[in-house]
């Protein structure tokens, strides 16, 4: 069974930091796009940041330059260091995994509140 398991939210004042990791079962993580995903209330499910199985970032142009994904496949997680936060970052932020080209795989969620 696919799992992705969240942690790392919070409230955070704007210009703070916050780090959020997302570890996965082993039998998707090394082959699979992983990516983060936030919904804020009353908007649409946005997509922040992904990264390859080969390694390669890709981020939406609202965090580019201030969001940071990684990942360690030795632990099977992925890391989202997010600085400078702003309080339109406040949202319930997601990780998922795809399966060919669909996000296929979610995590429960975690929020971040960036309080101004």
């Known amino acids: 069974q696919v799992q992705l398991v969240e942690s790392g939210g919070g409230l955070v004042q704007a210009g703070g930091s916050l780090t959020l990791s997302c570890t996965a079962s082993g039998s998707i993580f090394s082959r699979n796009v992983m990516g983060w995903h936030r919904q804020a209330p009353g908007k649409q499910r946005e997509l922040v940041a992904t990264?390859?199985?080969?390694?390669?970032?890709g981020y939406a142009d609202s965090v580019r330059g201030r969001f940071t994904i990684s990942r360690n496949n030795f632990k099977n997680t992925v890391y989202l260091q997010m600085n400078s936060l702003k309080p339109e970052d406040t949202a319930v932020y997601y990780c998922?995994?795809?399966?060919?080209?669909?996000?296929?795989?979610w995590g429960q969620g975690t929020q971040v509140t960036v309080s101004s």
């Open positions: 990264m390859s199985s080969g390694g390669s970032p």
């Open positions: 998922a995994a795809t399966s060919g080209s669909n996000w296929a795989y």
